[in-house]
């Protein structure tokens, strides 16, 4: 038992005050876990775009003051009433999604789109009593997507909370807790390549080049990245890639430049960016008869897809994805197990590395586009 169990804990937390200003280290009052709910000690978290998008609030309702975060690795610290499948001492992954086990999408082996747990971005409390866990001087302190890991200590529903390999180290593989998984399932769960397949991904961000990655897994022959900044090319052969093909170097369709180069289409193709005209390229560049495009980025709410029905006739397959098709507490510890054995390769997604103290230099790097992923030390 540890000495801060059923005692409200104070830390530092990252606050975001109001939408698009720098975070401010600020001392929390962190609430122990109440039933279903477990404190964790975030060691490590990083930064993602979702993080970003959601602090800019430039197209969703906005909700401040709050504590971003939702990649990370910790350890528990307490237990709330009735969890019985973690104890303090374990090693987990938050996770923006969760697992109830109960519902019917939990029960399917086809689905991860847990009816309880599911990312709701609007929510900024907890669901057993509708209230927030953090505050400051009694005022409360939103949580986001139910995982809040810009704080040195966090609440969250065990459903959300994948518990790993204590040996694995936290600062490589919490970049499983989110856009390495969803791009590496879009590939192995949903695409499913066939050893010396063609597979095309656009966007060659952090998501996309998991995708690539999963790809080269699988076995693909030739990886064919698609993004409009030609500098990406270079890093992203370390991912797999194997050639490139930038729109605004051709005058026609992408999709008919992938055609030319692939006799046809490319066996599979997985869109990373959520740009609409991306998502129907991917689509349009599969190969009829057997092409299967994998959806994976998240499109603009008023967005239209449009493709002609023959598309579909000639027997190419389009489909959605969340992340990866995992779920997060039955399958992200076997995703965790494959970087141990050396199948999966994380460290080279990890391009910046900073103490929590400069937190928002991590943001200035997302906003500039430099790097992949930053590795923040919750304890620097």
Same mark, same amino acid.
């Given at each position: 038992?540890?000495?801060? +169990?059923?005692?409200?804990?104070?830390?530092?937390?990252?606050?975001?005050?109001? #939408?698009?200003?720098?975070?401010?280290?600020?001392?929390?009052?962190?609430?122990?876990?109440? $039933?279903?709910?477990?404190?964790?000690?975030?060691?490590?978290?990083?930064?993602?775009?979702?993080?970003?998008?959601?602090?800019?609030?430039?197209?969703?309702?906005?909700?401040?003051?709050?504590?971003?975060?939702?990649?990370?690795?910790?350890?528990?610290?307490?237990?709330?009433?009735?969890?019985? /499948?973690?104890?303090?001492?374990?090693?987990?992954?938050?996770?923006?999604?969760?697992?109830?086990?109960?519902?019917?999408?939990?029960?399917?082996?086809?689905?991860?789109?847990? /009816?309880?747990?599911?990312?709701?971005?609007?929510?900024?409390?907890?669901?057993?009593?509708?209230?927030?866990?953090?505050?400051?001087?009694?005022?409360?302190?939103?949580?986001?997507?139910?995982?809040?890991?810009?704080? +040195?200590?966090?609440?969250?529903?065990?459903?959300?909370?994948?518990?790993?390999?204590?040996?694995?180290?936290?600062?490589?593989?919490?970049?499983?807790?989110?856009?390495?998984?969803?791009?590496?399932?879009?590939?192995?769960?949903?695409?499913?390549?066939?050893?010396?397949?063609?597979? #095309?991904?656009?966007?060659?961000?952090?998501?996309?080049?998991?995708? #690539?990655?999963?790809?080269?897994? #699988?076995?693909?022959?030739?990886?064919?990245?698609?993004?409009?900044?030609?500098?990406?090319?270079?890093?992203?052969?370390?991912?797999?890639?194997?050639?490139?093909?930038?729109?605004? /170097?051709?005058?026609?369709?992408?999709?008919?430049?992938?055609?030319?180069?692939?006799?046809?289409?490319?066996?599979?193709?997985?869109?990373?960016?959520?740009?609409?005209?991306?998502?129907?390229?991917?689509?349009?560049?599969?190969?009829?008869?057997?092409?299967? $495009?994998?959806?994976?980025?998240?499109?603009?709410?008023?967005?239209?897809?449009?493709?002609?029905?023959?598309?579909?006739?000639?027997?190419?397959?389009?489909?959605?994805?969340?992340?990866?098709?995992?779920?997060?507490?039955? /399958?992200?510890?076997?995703?965790?197990?494959?970087?141990?054995?050396?199948?999966?390769?994380?460290?080279?997604?990890?391009?910046?590395?900073?103490?929590?103290?400069?937190?928002?230099?991590?943001?200035?790097?997302?906003?500039?586009?430099?790097?992949?992923?930053?590795?923040?030390?919750?304890?620097?």
């Amino acid at each position: 038992m540890s000495s801060t +169990e059923g005692k409200v804990i104070c830390c530092r937390a990252a606050v975001a005050w109001e #939408a698009g200003k720098p975070l401010v280290i600020e001392e929390v009052e962190v609430a122990p876990p109440q $039933a279903n709910e477990v404190r964790v000690k975030i060691l490590y978290t990083s930064l993602c775009h979702t993080d970003v998008y959601f602090w800019e609030a430039k197209a969703q309702n906005p909700l401040f003051p709050r504590i971003y975060g939702h990649e990370a690795g910790g350890i528990v610290e307490s237990v709330g009433e009735g969890v019985t /499948d973690l104890k303090p001492g374990d090693h987990v992954l938050p996770v923006f999604t969760g697992e109830c086990k109960e519902c019917a999408h939990c029960k399917s082996e086809e689905s991860n789109m847990c /009816d309880l747990l599911r990312i709701n971005t609007d929510r900024g409390v907890m669901l057993n009593d509708g209230k927030s866990r953090f505050s400051i001087k009694g005022k409360p302190i939103y949580h986001f997507v139910g995982t809040s890991t810009f704080s +040195e200590y966090t609440v969250i529903h065990i459903g959300c909370l994948a518990k790993i390999n204590p040996k694995a180290p936290l600062d490589k593989v919490c970049v499983l807790s989110c856009g390495i998984s969803t791009g590496l399932g879009a590939a192995l769960n949903v695409a499913k390549p066939k050893k010396g397949s063609t597979v #095309a991904v656009f966007g060659l961000g952090a998501v996309g080049l998991a995708a #690539a990655e999963g790809a080269r897994m #699988a076995g693909a022959s030739r990886i064919i990245g698609v993004d409009l900044n030609s500098s990406r090319f270079e890093e992203a052969k370390k991912f797999g890639v194997t050639e490139f093909v930038n729109p605004k /170097d051709h005058k026609k369709p992408v999709q008919e430049v992938i055609a030319e180069l692939t006799n046809g289409g490319v066996d599979r193709s997985i869109e990373c960016t959520g740009n609409i005209q991306a998502m129907i390229s991917a689509f349009e560049c599969v190969h009829d008869g057997w092409g299967v $495009a994998v959806l994976v980025g998240v499109p603009h709410k008023d967005a239209v897809f449009q493709t002609h029905p023959v598309n579909f006739l000639n027997e190419r397959t389009l489909k959605g994805t969340f992340f990866g098709n995992y779920k997060p507490r039955t /399958d992200i510890p076997s995703v965790v197990e494959k970087y141990m054995n050396k199948e999966l390769e994380l460290d080279k997604f990890i391009t910046h590395q900073l103490p929590f103290s400069q937190i928002n230099k991590a943001f200035d790097y997302m906003l500039k586009g430099e790097g992949l992923r930053c590795m923040i030390n919750m304890e620097e």
